[in-house]
């Protein structure tokens, strides 16, 4: 796309220098033009194949996504899978220095000068790539090309391919390990699934609720006792690879119960004197998807279903005995003419809602929308063995007492972390963070799971010795059980302390008042301090409220 030294020269100096440094090349004191030609001399001494095994797993992973892509990808591709790269000036970067501490992987490629962002000056679009210079292409080698078993190929021709689109998404194997993790602490009811949608990567409730009914036909949760728990079954599905994983999720959808027409965008199904079933509707999708990683326009596959298999989920071809209506419209959608409101927007919401959900396929979107299968859902159709994983990241275990886990971590793992700490809210593009707290540590105690077991579980995942701190606060927990507490709290502070009296004594008040920290002070709820407020101007006392 661009030579090495036309990607350093639109640098700005200090970042030239950052990359020099980072490559033992002090460049100081030398003027741009000189420093972009001695930089530029350096990496092309620099065996890049090599550094690529040194390289954290989602930053080379990064790399071979360039090379897949002949070096090239748009800007809005590249960081929303692996993070966003943020613009400084030089003051900005000097006050900030951000390379010391990158907020992901562009950032950490970026500061070290081995991807760099510009638009195409071979093509017309106004579309910015992050690219490898052309220089670094010849000198890394790209990832191997899949084979595939040869399929016949449905009578529908390829769209052109997108400028953008939206990568295959994998992280429904790290939600499901989220949801069985949590399902071992709190309800999976419907009417508490919300509880844990902030430590999903996805918290669609949809595709929550797909995942909830693929675990529990697959076995990997069952009801005890009015609870959903996870089964044994579970422990060895997660210590699959992340391929076999996604696999046996979308073998285990092709099968399942989960009703998707219901599910589908703008449709309502009413009434309770008919049914369909969910298993034609994908097996006609299925039969008809060509086996290849080419575009395709979703409208032109749903014609082709419309041509061929037309009646695939009414068998006997009636099309006025269900009540499906769109979503705010009175009338019901019968006879054939309401084909594509239901049977069209059905297969839409196949390709874009569970095959996109569980990996499967990527679409894009421009004046209509484009789809295509992944590598890994070409494989899986063809009956392809999954392949396992090369590489798994270990937890870090924190001196202060947190757990941090890579959604490349093993998934394992990271569900025995679970069982002896308390898992954190989810930030995008951040590892997975738990806390070990006496809470956590005694649900462990009455899991069976003990103090020294606990120890070297942490130590083997994450491949090194605890923290001394930790390990610490581990025996001490042992041998003396809970010692502190914090909590968040409301204040009240009154200027004579006959008042308080006055409110500890009074029906009114006085249950809102937790204890007292001195004479003119109390803890009052947090839950309940508004409430009490009310209460105290009943009483005719006015409070100030600051910062609650």
């Known amino acids: 796309m661009r030579s090495l030294e036309s990607a350093l020269i639109d640098h700005e100096l200090i970042v030239i220098r950052v990359i020099g440094e980072w490559w033992e090349l002090d460049l100081t004191g030398v003027d741009k033009r000189q420093a972009v030609k001695l930089l530029a001399e350096r990496l092309m001494q620099v065996d890049l194949q090599q550094e690529m095994l040194f390289l954290p797993p989602e930053e080379e992973t990064a790399l071979q996504d360039l090379l897949a892509q002949d070096g090239k990808i748009p800007v809005s591709t590249f960081q929303r899978a692996y993070g966003e790269l943020r613009m400084m000036g030089p003051g900005r970067m000097e006050r900030e220095e951000p390379w010391y501490d990158p907020a992901n992987s562009v950032e950490s490629l970026w500061y070290r000068g081995l991807i760099f962002r510009s638009f195409d000056p071979k093509t017309e679009d106004a579309v910015e790539y992050f690219y490898l210079p052309n220089e670094f292409l010849g000198k890394i080698e790209p990832p191997p090309v899949l084979t595939m078993k040869e399929v016949t190929v449905p009578a529908i021709q390829p769209s052109t391919p997108p400028e953008q689109f939206n990568p295959a998404a994998t992280d429904a194997v790290d939600d499901l390990t989220t949801m069985l993790a949590a399902a071992l602490h709190i309800s999976l009811q419907p009417g508490q699934r919300d509880l844990y949608a902030q430590f999903l990567l996805n918290p669609d409730i949809e595709r929550r609720s797909l995942l909830l009914t693929l675990a ?70 299925l039969d008809l998807l060509p086996r290849a990683t080419e575009w395709y326009r979703v409208t032109d596959l749903i014609d082709l279903v419309q041509q061929n298999n037309p009646d695939f989920q009414r068998p006997d071809g009636n099309y006025d005995t269900w009540y499906i209506r769109e979503s705010g419209q009175q009338l019901y959608l019968t006879g054939f003419d309401s084909w594509n409101q239901v049977e069209g927007r059905l297969l839409r919401f196949l390709l874009v809602g569970p095959l996109v959900w ?191």
């Open 216 to 285: 529990q036909e697959m076995g990997l949760l069952s009801r005890s006792n009015g609870r959903i728990r996870p089964t044994r079954a579970a422990l060895e599905w997660l210590k699959n690879s992340r391929e076999a994983q996604l696999q046996s999720l979308a073998e285990a959808w092709t099968n399942s119960e989960w009703n998707d027409l219901c599910h589908t965008p703008d449709l309502e199904c009413e009434g309770e004197g008919w049914q369909n079933d969910p298993l034609l509707a994908r097996t006609a999708l």
């Open 358 to 548: 569980l990996g499967m396929v990527e679409t894009a979107v421009s004046s209509e929308t484009i789809y295509r299968l992944t590598s890994r859902a070409v494989a899986w159709l063809s009956g392809a063995t999954p392949p396992t994983d090369s590489h798994r990241t270990p937890i870090v275990v924190q001196p202060d007492g947190s757990i941090l886990a890579a959604t490349s971590a093993d998934r394992y793992e990271r569900f025995q972390a679970a069982r002896i700490s308390e898992a954190q809210p989810i930030t995008p593009g951040k590892p997975y963070v738990y806390l070990l707290t006496p809470t956590s540590l005694a649900r462990a105690r009455e899991q069976g799971i003990k103090p020294e077991r606990l120890q070297q579980f942490l130590e083997q995942a994450s491949n090194r010795p605890l923290p001394k701190s930790v390990a610490r606060a581990i025996v001490r927990w042992a041998e003396h059980s809970v010692e502190g507490k914090l909590e968040t709290a409301v204040v009240l502070r009154v200027r004579d302390a006959a008042i308080l009296d006055t409110l500890r004594n009074n029906p009114k008040t006085r249950d809102y008042i937790s204890e007292s920290l001195a004479d003119n002070a109390a803890i009052i709820k947090r839950e309940d301090w508004q409430k009490f407020r009310a209460a105290t101007v009943q009483l005719g006392l006015l409070l100030d409220v600051a910062d609650v």
